[in-house]
């Protein structure tokens, strides 16, 4: 299979496990290729991209930019605090004024849950969701899956621990549904308030008690808690969580393995992890943050496939 079985990317859970495997296979050959001298390929030269960000964000924007110039692509950058969406334009509206200036494909953060489905059914082009509210961050599970399937030569069978904040958390939903379809162990951890009452029905285990969980797995996905997401306090005060579902080094020395330690980013230091946690040699984040250029190229030029050349 050469092709995406979907039309845009707006969540793993439209994905099958040949399209994660054909985006890994195609982001291992960009990986090549972006760690040559000439760090970029002429694939795209005919494509316009816009990349539409409503909300804040480091590493999917510059990720996503990165990517698209390495393939070569035009592209213009949209963010919401410096548009008219201020004025009160409509998102419907400021998509199809972009899209008259030709774009062939989005890319869309935004705080809604279902903001990129929606505008997938209401505008001509292609929709990569880069993070909508707290339902999926596609791009982040697959990059987290092609760094445990790098790190650990795959991704089947492993014990995948996703620790903190599960209940406003995108990338642990689009976490889940990767690592299920690839044949993962998984299991959250979390103070109860923070762990969404559905979980148990997609497959996933839940352990309360962090120094069981790190003894479980091979592989922590440590979440920051999303303060900017809770309407409420969830826990008692930080001290109490950094107590009960930090990670300190003294911790990791404890077990009789050595487990592998990712995190999304950004990182809180001190209160999910401590710094010599982040920083120490079983830590992967910045490996993440590496593939993930690579990872955004396949997606994109395997999306890029699908539209027709006028
Ligand atoms: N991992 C992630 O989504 O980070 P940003 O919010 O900085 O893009």
């Known amino acids: 299979m050469n092709q995406l079985s979907v039309q845009h990317l707006l969540g793993i859970k439209h994905l099958t496990k040949a399209d994660i495997d054909l985006i890994f296979s195609t982001a291992d050959h960009f990986k090549e290729v ?182 479980w797995c091979d592989v922590a996905n440590v979440l920051r808690v999303q303060n900017e997401r809770m309407a409420t306090n969830y826990f008692p005060s930080t001290r109490e969580y950094t107590k009960l579902f930090g990670i300190n080094k003294k911790m990791l020395d404890s077990l009789d393995k050595e487990i592998v330690i990712m995190h999304p980013g950004p990182i809180n230091r001190g209160v999910e992890l401590t710094s010599d946690v982040a920083d120490n040699s079983q830590s992967i984040i910045l490996n993440q943050v590496e593939n993930g250029v690579a990872i955004r190229m396949a997606v994109i030029y395997l999306l890029a496939q699908q539209i027709e050349r006028k």
């Not at 480091?58 to 410096?82: G, M, P, V, W």
């Not at 209401?122 to 790190?151: C, F, M, W």
């Not at 690839?182 to 309360?208: D, N, R």
């Open 34 to 215: 972006i760690n040559r001298p000439i760090k970029k390929v002429p694939s795209l030269r005919d494509i316009t991209i816009a990349n539409l960000f409503f909300e804040n964000s480091t590493r999917t924007k510059l990720s996503f930019e990165l990517a698209e110039k390495r393939l070569s692509a035009d592209i213009i950058n949209f963010s919401a605090s410096q548009s008219s969406v201020k004025k009160g334009e409509t998102l419907i509206d400021t998509a199809n004024n972009i899209l008259s200036m030709k774009v062939d494909l989005i890319v869309m953060r935004h705080p809604h849950v279902g903001a990129c489905d929606f505008l997938s059914k209401h505008v001509n082009a292609k929709i990569i969701n880069a993070g909508d509210g707290t339902h999926e961050h596609p791009t982040q599970a697959l990059l987290d899956s092609y760094s445990i399937r790098e790190k650990l030569g795959s991704v089947k069978g492993k014990k995948v621990i996703i620790l903190g904040d599960i209940l406003h958390s995108r990338v642990a939903l689009s976490n889940i549904y990767a690592l299920k379809l690839q044949g993962a162990e998984v299991k959250v951890c979390g103070p109860k308030t923070l762990i969404p009452k559905y979980i148990e029905s997609l497959g996933v285990g839940v352990e309360t008690n962090i120094k069981k969980a790190l003894e």
